[in-house]
Nanobody
Framework: VQLAESGGGLVQPGGSLNLSCVAS?????????MGWYRQAPGKQRELVAV???????NYADSVKGRFTISRDRNRNTVYLQMNSLEPEDTAVYYC????????WGQGTQVTVSS
């Protein structure tokens, strides 16, 4: 399974970005969980939002009401719409895919700065 992220960049506080991640490869199945984690400098990787196979979408408390995760199962793609971005959201954002095994994308940098 390969994960290709896109959509990161530099944005001013209060701005928006939309990340996307496409899963490809012979091991990809539609019955999976996909989502996003992030890692800021000097900090551990943390969950941002995960869209499970079943059940409730899980958001980090710090992004609730500002970020929205969605997915297109037919295209094995997951999106993260990020609004009202804050400097504290600055991090490398990693796509996450899980079906029997966990896979990670290479990450996309999001920088929120004036």
């Amino acid at each position: 399974v390969q994960l290709a992220e896109s959509g990161g960049g530099l944005v001013q506080p209060g701005g928006s970005l939309n990340l996307s991640c496409v899963a490809s490869g012979s091991g990809v199945v539609s019955i999976n969980a996909m989502g996003w984690y992030r890692q800021a400098p000097g900090k551990q990787r943390e969950l941002v939002a995960v869209h499970p196979l079943r059940g409730t979408i899980n958001y980090a408390d710090s992004v609730k009401g500002r970020f929205t995760i969605s997915r297109d199962r037919n295209r094995n793609t997951v999106y993260l719409q990020m609004n009202s971005l804050e400097p504290e959201d600055t991090a490398v954002y990693y796509c996450y895919y899980h079906y029997r095994l966990t896979y990670w994308g290479q990450g996309t940098q999001v920088t929120v700065s004036s």
